[in-house]
């Protein structure tokens, strides 16, 4: 009988450990301020990772500084200059082309997504004397 893998045939593939190396868990919470101050961030700004990068790196920072992570530079990790000034520049334009009505609807959280592109398409089709 020979060895197969899960998925039916072949030679088994080790197994490839992380790019970065282990990732411990914090079990004894020595990050864990660092860790809500993210999580807190993420859900004033709805999701939007970008505008939490300070509280990312602060939380990197202290994952590298007690071990919980291997040490290296936040360039080398996404949070170089460059980057920066690219979702500075796109948040800030996304931000200025929302519409009062579509920031209002966020605040409130009845944006939906699509609705304004369909508004349009339904108008145009009115315009030309189709009723949809």
Known sequence: MSSTTAL?????????????GSFPLDH?????????????????????SAACRA?????????????????DSLENMGYDEQNEAALDAFTHSSASAATSEEAAELQRGTHVAGLKYHRRRREASADRGHAR
């Open 28 to 48: 004894e919470g020595v990050c864990g301020e660092f860790a809500r101050a993210v999580l807190r961030c993420l859900q004033e700004r709805r999701g939007v």
């Open 8 to 20: 039916g045939g072949g030679r088994p593939v080790p197994p490839k450990p992380p790019e970065r």
């Open 55 to 71: 509280e990312q790196k602060a939380y990197l920072r202290c994952r590298m500084e007690r071990g919980l992570m291997a040490p």
